[in-house]
Nanobody, 116 residues
Framework: QVQLVESGGGLVQPGGSLRLSCAAP????????IGWFRRAPGKEREGVSC????????SYADSVKGRFTISRDNAKNTVYLQMNSLQPEDTAVYYC?????????WGQGTQVTVSS
């Protein structure tokens, strides 16, 4: 069983920053790909970014390129999503995700609200 725990969401003004964390208590992330997804009200779930824990390769959705940075801290077994220049359209519940032996695991989500 894999548990993913997100944190770091909140309310921020347009142009502000937040850093989300995704921890996996009791499970080593090394060797897996961790993704961040988001679901905005009334919209489909959207892939935001992902990182390969073993080699650090990353990818980003076009909508966040240049503003968001995904990273990992292997010692802390945690993946981060640094979000800068946040805009109201970034408002969503953000989830981290991984797949282990064909089974998908999701965290509980953390709310990010960008509003003045």
């Amino acid at each position: 069983q894999v548990q993913l725990v997100e944190s770091g969401g909140g309310l921020v003004q347009p142009g502000g920053s937040l850093r989300l964390s995704c921890a996996a208590p009791g499970f080593t992330l090394d060797g897996y790909v961790i993704g961040w997804f988001r679901r905005a009200p009334g919209k489909e779930r959207e892939g935001v970014s992902c990182i390969s824990i073993s080699d650090g390769r990353t990818s980003y959705a076009d909508s966040v390129k240049g503003r968001f940075t995904i990273s990992r801290d292997n010692a802390k077994n945690t993946v981060y999503l640094q979000m800068n220049s946040l805009q109201p359209e970034d408002t969503a519940v953000y989830y981290c995700h991984t797949e282990v032996r064909g089974r998908k695991y999701w965290g509980q989500g953390t709310q990010v609200t960008v509003s003045s």
